[in-house]
């Protein structure tokens, strides 16, 4: 030992025979090696730590004492337990704790570009973005992207995970320009770097569709999500789920267009991949029987727009909350119904359900709750109960103006209502 860095070290370990959990053998007469005396342990044997001393005064020779444990040891387990609540990914505050802890030690011990930092920023943003705080999210998830726009090549896959979950942040905050930005610029990493078909390229036109329908531009929501059924159909089995999602997709934007007819078509395509996959109760099948439903609404079909519609209350009824929003959508689907049949007594019923859960668990500015104020509006409408008509229709009139562009097909709706009303009062 001519390093002065290096020390010499006895393991001394004491085994008790008895416990059936942790099997040894000896094996010195099998060794490859004769006259070693060797024993084998399983891989999976715990030793508990016992002294640590020098030898002999020399402090470079060392003695640790080990003693085997079994799986019942009591402090064993407790460690156990520990280990797995602390890694439980739903215990978010804890796993937050955890992550700004080695932030704080990180933070001093590397440079401010090195990627385990971004690693770490990118992981506390997630923590942040799952428990819906956007805005700590969205600064943790910018911290990342800036170390690795500095360390990584521009079409590294890295920088795209990057761009799409800062995307996804923006879309969750309602700021759907600069989310269009960021799912674009993670589409042109990807176009740069994957064959033409890569079904990572069809997330992205998904994503891009998705936000080019939140700002009502139909036209180029149908294309990217058309670009990104056709990768499906090349890469997927013909009953995959991200093949129904991809119909799905594609129906609600025909449905918007007042194309009836292809939206039925998509939306029962989808419909049929899903009664192969899933259980009878999945809240997927429920949103396909809401799609079903609202299209034979508008083509005046209304028996089997009630048919399809309650299927999907009854699946959400057994599988939600009493308060989730995606219950409202149903009371909302088949109020809807009710109203074109001039049923009024049904259709306030339904859409007072709807509100009273928007009310409950949505933001005040959420354009859900306008067009809830929008549907009451025009009950009161027709009924000739103009005052009550006027005071919905303000409603969603004020949030649309505060959250949508002023020539989205929803805002410029819910003004005409206003307008109409205030002509006949």
Same mark, same amino acid.
């Given at each position: 030992?001519?390093?002065?860095?290096?020390?010499?070290?006895?393991?001394?370990?004491?085994?008790?025979?008895?416990?059936?959990?942790?099997?040894?053998?000896?094996?010195?007469?099998?060794?490859?090696?004769?006259?070693?005396?060797?024993?084998?342990?399983?891989?999976?044997?715990?030793?508990?730590?016992?002294?640590?001393?020098?030898?002999?005064?020399?402090?470079?020779?060392?003695?640790?004492?080990?003693?085997?444990?079994?799986?019942?040891?009591?402090?064993?387990?407790?460690?156990?337990?520990?280990?797995?609540?602390?890694?439980?990914?739903?215990?978010?505050?804890?796993?937050?704790?955890?992550?700004?802890?080695?932030?704080?030690?990180?933070?001093?011990?590397? /440079?401010?570009?090195?990627?385990?930092?971004?690693?770490?920023?990118?992981?506390?943003?997630?923590?942040?973005?799952?428990?819906?705080?956007?805005?700590?999210?969205?600064?943790?998830?910018?911290?990342?992207?800036?170390?690795?726009?500095?360390?990584?090549?521009?079409?590294?896959?890295?920088?795209?995970?990057?761009?799409?979950?800062?995307?996804?942040?923006?879309?969750?905050?309602?700021?759907?320009?600069?989310?269009?930005?960021?799912?674009?610029?993670?589409?042109?990493?990807?176009?740069?770097?994957?064959?033409?078909?890569?079904?990572?390229?069809?997330?992205?036109?998904?994503?891009?569709?998705?936000?080019?329908?939140?700002?009502?531009?139909?036209?180029?929501?149908?294309?990217?999500?058309?670009?990104?059924?056709?990768?499906?159909?090349?890469?997927?089995?013909?009953?995959?789920?991200?093949?129904?999602?991809?119909?799905?997709?594609?129906?609600?934007?025909?449905?918007?267009?007042?194309?009836?007819?292809?939206?039925?078509?998509?939306?029962?395509?989808?419909?049929?991949?899903?009664?192969?996959?899933?259980?009878?109760?999945?809240?997927?099948?429920?949103?396909?029987?809401?799609?079903?439903?609202?299209?034979?609404?508008?083509?005046?079909?209304?028996?089997?727009?009630?048919?399809?519609?309650?299927?999907?209350?009854?699946?959400?009824?057994?599988?939600?909350?009493?308060?989730?929003?995606?219950?409202?959508?149903?009371?909302?689907?088949?109020?809807?119904?009710?109203?074109?049949?001039?049923?009024?007594?049904?259709?306030?019923?339904?859409?007072?359900?709807?509100?009273?859960?928007?009310?409950?668990?949505?933001?005040?500015?959420?354009?859900?709750?306008?067009?809830?104020?929008?549907?009451?509006?025009?009950?009161?409408?027709?009924?000739?109960?103009?005052?009550?008509?006027?005071?919905?229709?303000?409603?969603?009139?004020?949030?649309?103006?505060?959250?949508? /562009?002023?020539?989205?097909?929803?805002?410029?709706?819910?003004?005409?209502?206003?307008?109409?009303?205030?002509?006949?009062?």
């Amino acid at each position: 030992m001519e390093s002065s860095d290096l020390v010499s070290i006895l393991f001394v370990m004491k085994i008790d025979p008895s416990l059936a959990s942790t099997p040894f053998a000896d094996i010195r007469n099998v060794s490859y090696f004769e006259g070693e005396e060797e024993i084998l342990f399983s891989m999976n044997s715990i030793f508990r730590i016992g002294p640590i001393k020098q030898i002999d005064g020399n402090n470079r020779l060392w003695q640790v004492e080990l003693t085997m444990t079994s799986e019942n040891d009591p402090d064993l387990h407790a460690l156990t337990e520990q280990i797995r609540e602390e890694t439980e990914e739903s215990k978010g505050w804890l796993r937050l704790g955890t992550f700004m802890k080695a932030l704080n030690i990180l933070q001093i011990t590397l /440079p401010s570009n090195h990627p385990d930092l971004a690693t770490l920023y990118n992981n506390i943003g997630s923590v942040h973005a799952k428990m819906s705080d956007y805005s700590n999210a969205l600064t943790y998830h910018q911290e990342a992207l800036e170390i690795y726009q500095k360390v990584f090549p521009s079409t590294d896959p890295i920088l795209t995970t990057s761009y799409n979950n800062i995307g996804a942040i923006y879309e969750n905050m309602i700021d759907y320009s600069n989310a269009l930005s960021f799912y674009q610029k993670a589409l042109e990493c990807k176009q740069k770097t994957l064959p033409s078909n890569h079904p990572d390229l069809a997330t992205s036109y998904n994503n891009i569709g998705c936000v080019y329908d939140n700002i009502g531009d139909y036209a180029n929501a149908l294309s990217s999500h058309h670009e990104a059924l056709k990768i499906y159909e090349k890469t997927l089995p013909s009953n995959h789920p991200d093949l129904a999602t991809s119909y799905n997709h594609i129906g609600l934007i025909y449905a918007k267009m007042g194309d009836y007819s292809n939206a039925l078509s998509y939306y029962q395509k989808a419909l049929e991949i899903e009664q192969q996959n899933l259980p009878s109760n999945d809240p997927n099948l429920a949103t396909s029987y809401n799609n079903i439903g609202s299209v034979y609404d508008k083509m005046g079909d209304y028996s089997n727009a009630l048919l399809s519609h309650h299927k999907a209350l009854k699946i959400k009824q057994k599988t939600l909350p009493p308060n989730h929003p995606d219950l409202a959508t149903s009371y909302n689907n088949i109020g809807s119904v009710y109203d074109n049949m001039g049923d009024y007594s049904n259709v306030l019923l339904f859409y007072q359900n709807a509100l009273k859960i928007y009310q409950q668990s949505l933001p005040s500015n959420h354009p859900d709750l306008a067009s809830s104020y929008n549907n009451i509006g025009l009950v009161y409408n027709d009924m000739g109960d103009y005052s009550n008509a006027l005071s919905f229709f303000e409603r969603a009139v004020e949030i649309g103006q505060h959250l949508l /562009p002023p020539n989205h097909p929803s805002l410029q709706l819910w003004k005409k209502n206003l307008e109409s009303v205030k002509r006949q009062m």
